[in-house]
Structures are given as C-alpha cells and as structure tokens.
C-alpha cells in the first residue's frame, strides 16, 4: 500500500514546485488559453471571476490552477477539503470570513455533506447567506450579504457531484493526462527549481514513466535526485536515471509493483475477469479507492484493462504486456 509518510512528503515538496503563474504553468494548453481569457475579462470588468469546477484523475495540477487562478487575479487564497466541512456552521464561517474578489478553493467537494451543499448555493449565485438562530424558544432568519468571491472546486469524480451544485459553476475545466515533452517541460522546471541540473534525455526518461501526471514526475525526479545527490554528480543523466528507475521498481510503461500486482491477480486468480473491484483489492490488501483513483485510470488509458458493468477486465494488450514483462511471477 502506498504510505501516508510518501504522500505527505509528496504533499510538501509539491508545495515548492507548485506553479503560481500562467508562465509557470506546463500543459492543458487549450484549458490555459481560455483561462487567461476569462480572468482577463473578469479584471477588466473588475468583477469576480466567475466558479471554476475542475475535474480529472489525481495528480494532474487541480490544486495548483487555483493557486495560479488566484494569483493571476491577485487576489487571496483559501483552501479547505470537502470533507472536513461537517457542518453548515463550519461553512458559513468561512464565507463569512472571505474578502471581496477572494478565491475559495474546496478539494474534494463532491465529499461535502448534502445540507452543506445546497447552503452553499445561495452564496455562490447570489453572495448572500442564510442563517437561522435560536433564541430561547424564538428562532429568527439572520440574512448575510457577502463580498463577490470566487469558488474553484476540485474532484476526481465529477459523477459523484450533484446536478445541481455542477450548475453553479460557470467555467467548467476538465483536466487530462499530459504529454510527455509537456511532463518534460515540468520535470526541468522543478530540477531548476530544486536547484539541480537535468539533460534532456533524462528528463524523457522520467517523462515517459510518469504515466502522464506531473504529481508522479515530481516524485519520481526527487527520487533519482537522492542518486544524483549521493553519486556526487554535476548533472542529473539519463545512464544514472535509468539506472536510478530500475532500482525503485519503475518501469519504462511507469508501472509499479501496485500495478503489476493489480494485473497479476486479474489474470492469474480471476482468469482476466469480469471481478469486482472489492473482490480483487481484497485478494492483495490492497484499499478499493486506492486502486480506482491511482492505478486503474492509468491502466485503462494504456489499455491494459476495462471496466465493464460486471467488473474489470484484461485486456489483450495487458495480456501481452504481462507475459512479455512479468509471466515469471510467483504468488506470495
């Protein structure tokens, strides 16, 4: 399973490397060119930006388009996580706080609680809130009006967010999987910004194995930058990047032992499928969410594996990968 120790380092240096502005930005090329042009506009009218949504796989920068959105417009930043908010009075403390033209962003908000939820929809359309206080046995309707802001709400699953709550948000992003001389723009970035030198071919060889998010570039640089570190070395190679990826159990598909054991299970204990993915997480303790949000996306844009109304399945091309790369595996 994959640690909450990686994650939180992973959580701390993508603070670092995280991009601020559109020029720091690297990728979803067409998504960035009508950004500029609607917080263009908004500045010119001196309105607040209309709600952005966000959606896509993890790793793909969701977090750090806020970060550029509200820099962009100069404005503040606030962060919170959909689950954390249980309650509508945690809700309305933070509206309540906010400045005008400031940017609320809400990770996870498909996770919000229902009466959350639909609280929030008068802040967003009209940037008024409503709220009832008690009064012995009297309660009264307090009505709060709130400076223009704006909402930036991300998810990994837009199908789990409300019609109704998607209606709210007039800038719709949808975020895909970067290119790799796109992943190889971002990776020499952060090893300038880390204060390291990388070639060219290095920077591929990381690329190419960073299944198309720069979450995963980022990693997988710090991880052969420890090699680079350790070897003395002036410059970041690909000979000693190879080397490095080979030694940490990536290979150049940029599968790792998650997701060769994901496939090995597929194929050896349930004949390629259909399974349910509950039944096959169970079978190497591995967590379902873990599975669904950090190996399967991958794994279906490689076309290894579908996911069908029965369960998932292999594919031809995953049973090609496997024999050619992995048929010497053994069970545990």
Same mark, same amino acid.
Request: glycine fraction near 8%; hydrophobic fraction near 40%.
């Given at each position: ?86 309650? &509508? ?96 723009? &971002?990776?020499?970035?952060?090893? !300038? ?15 190419? !194995? ?19 570190i350790y070897a003395d070395k002036k410059t970041i190679t ?30 050896? !204990? ?63």
């Amino acid at each position: 399973m994959r640690s909450s120790i990686e994650n939180k380092e992973d959580d701390i240096a993508d603070i670092t490397l995280r991009p601020r502005f559109f020029h720091e930005f690297f990728g979803q090329v067409s998504l960035l060119e009508n950004l500029k042009v609607f917080i263009g506009a908004a500045k010119k009218r001196n309105e607040a930006l209309d709600h952005v949504l966000v959606y896509g796989p993890a790793g793909l920068g969701k977090t750090s388009i806020a970060y550029v959105i509200a820099n962009e417009l100069g404005h503040k930043l606030t962060c919170i996580s959909g689950p954390t908010i249980e309650k &509508i009075g945690d809700m309305a403390s933070i509206l309540s706080s906010l400045e005008p033209g400031q940017v609320l962003f809400i990770d996870e908000i498909h996770r919000i609680p229902k009466d959350v939820e639909e609280f929030l929809y008068g802040a967003m359309e009209d940037f008024r809130i409503n709220i009832l206080i008690s009064h012995d046995k009297d309660s009264e309707n307090l009505s709060i009006d709130l400076p223009p802001f704006t909402v930036v709400g991300a998810t990994t699953k837009i199908s789990c967010l409300s019609w109704p709550l998607r209606q709210r948000f007039g800038i719709p992003l949808k975020f895909d999987f970067y290119k790799v001389e796109e992943l190889k723009q &971002i990776i020499t970035r952060s090893a !300038r910004v880390l204060g390291d030198k990388i070639d060219s071919q290095a920077a591929h060889e990381i690329a190419i !194995r960073s299944r198309g998010t720069p979450r995963i570039a980022n990693r997988i640089l710090r991880r052969v930058r420890d090699f680079f570190i350790y070897a003395d070395k002036k410059t970041i190679t690909a000979p000693l990047t190879i080397d490095a990826l080979k030694r940490i159990g990536i290979d150049e598909f940029g599968l790792d032992e998650l997701d060769v054991n994901y496939l090995y299970h597929l194929i050896n !204990r349930f004949n390629g499928g259909p399974v349910g993915l509950d039944t096959l997480a169970t079978t190497f303790g591995e967590d379902p969410g873990t599975l669904e949000e950090c190996c399967e996306p991958y794994l279906i844009s490689l076309g290894f594996i579908n996911r069908t109304p029965r369960g998932r399945e292999i594919t031809a091309a995953g049973k090609a990968y496997f024999a050619r790369y992995h048929a010497t595996m053994v069970t545990d």
